[in-house]
Nanobody, 123 residues
Framework: QVQLVESGGGLVPAGGSLRLSCAAS????????MGWYRQAPGKQRELVAT????????SYTDSVKGRFTISRDNAKNTVYLQMNSLKPEDTAVYYC????????????????WGQGTQVTVSS
């Protein structure tokens, strides 16, 4: 059974940084792309960043380009999201997801989600 456990969220002032982690188990982690999503109150869940299985390719939504960095450590079955220059509009619950394939640019989400970690950015 696939399990994803996110951590690292918290309350930070605008301009601050956070590093989210997502530990995966029950899956052959190194052959799947991984993705980070977020969902703000009253809004749909949106894809924030993806990384290919081999970590050679990443993709970001426009609003976080240049501020967020996705990475992975296949030896630790963990994917990370480094978030810098945070803005109040980044406030959301952040979720990680196991992709159905290996590609970051044609990411297909699976049905496996973590419980989410809350990120709150104060103005």
């Amino acid at each position: 059974q696939v399990q994803l456990v996110e951590s690292g969220g918290g309350l930070v002032p605008a301009g601050g940084s956070l590093r989210l982690s997502c530990a995966a188990s029950g899956t052959t982690f190194s052959i799947n792309a991984m993705g980070w999503y977020r969902q703000a109150p009253g809004k749909q869940r949106e894809l924030v960043a993806t990384i290919s299985a081999g970590a050679r390719t990443t993709s970001y939504t426009d609003s976080v380009k240049g501020r967020f960095t996705i990475s992975r450590d296949n030896a630790k079955n963990t994917v990370y999201l480094q978030m810098n220059s945070l803005k109040p509009e980044d406030t959301a619950v952040y979720y990680c997801n196991v992709g159905r394939g290996y590609s970051a640019t044609s990411y297909r989400p699976s049905e496996y989600w973590g419980q989410g970690t809350q990120v709150t950015v104060s103005s």
